[in-house]
């Protein structure tokens, strides 16, 4: 079954510190792949995506990701955090190429990024 | 633009009482999704409507769910009866542009339910 893995449950970080946030998939096929943030008692919002082109995609609030297809990672990093990323973060993505119209996301299990000051 | 609407955003209900959904997506947009996330896991699709037309409902619990979209527009979830493992929150999605890889899924607050 194809699946979407972040290993990291629960990340620490010193306030203006760098982060990253890993994350792994499982397919033998092309994906397209995205990053959400839920901050508290909110909904998903779309951070960035990847879907073709350059391997590394930039986001918004300063965050980025790159894409390694050998790896089967899409890592979000971001160089310097704010108390304000204080936030669940999502990694997702999108195996169903063929079937245009289901537009099925795998989430992962989520990170908690808790920012330190 | 307005966003996602849900209501409500909390209930708590008993076991095996009824409870139901709504939501109402951004104006326009032509697919309608619905999604669970329990405490400590990701959102898991249960059911992804394009305007009135179900596209996949293959991990709805069709004995105690169902949903609706009758105009193509808001849509409905209900459960009966509630178990306790139902406790989660309900997000619901929607989308504009279906058949291309570039779409983006815009996300409502959610509705917390809790099952006691």
């Known amino acids: 079954a194809q699946s979407v893995t972040q290993l990291d449950s629960q990340v620490p970080v010193f306030e203006e510190a760098p982060v990253e946030l890993r994350c792994n998939y499982s397919s033998s096929v092309s994906v397209y792949l995205f990053w959400y943030v839920q901050y508290p008692n909110q909904g998903l919002q779309l951070l960035l995506k990847?879907?073709?082109?350059?391997?590394l995609v930039k986001g918004i609030n300063g965050f980025e990701a790159e894409f390694n297809k050998s790896q089967t990672s899409f890592h979000l990093r971001k160089p310097s955090v704010h108390i304000s990323d204080t936030a669940e973060y999502f990694c997702a993505v999108r195996y169903d190429m063929s079937n245009f119209g289901n537009e099925k996301l795998t989430f992962g299990t989520g990170t908690r990024l808790t920012i330190i000051p | 633009e307005a966003g996602v609407a849900q209501s409500p955003r909390y209930k708590i209900i008993e076991k095996r009482q009824s409870v139901a959904f709504w939501c109402n997506p951004i104006?326009?947009?032509?697919?309608l999704y619905w999604y669970q996330q329990i405490l400590g896991q990701g959102p898991k699709l249960l059911i992804q409507f394009q305007n009135n037309g179900v596209v996949d409902d293959s991990q709805l619990p069709k004995d105690r769910f169902s949903a609706e979209r009758l105009k193509g527009v808001d849509s409905t979830l209900k459960i009966q009866p509630a178990k306790l493992e139902d406790s989660a929150v309900y997000l619901c999605?929607?989308?504009?542009?279906?058949?291309?890889?570039?779409?983006?899924?815009?996300f409502g607050p959610g509705t917390r339910l809790t099952v006691t």
């Open positions: 990847y879907l073709s082109g350059s391997t």
């Open positions: 999605a929607s989308s504009s542009v279906t058949g291309s890889p570039s779409y983006e899924q815009y």
């Open positions: 104006s326009g947009h032509a697919t």
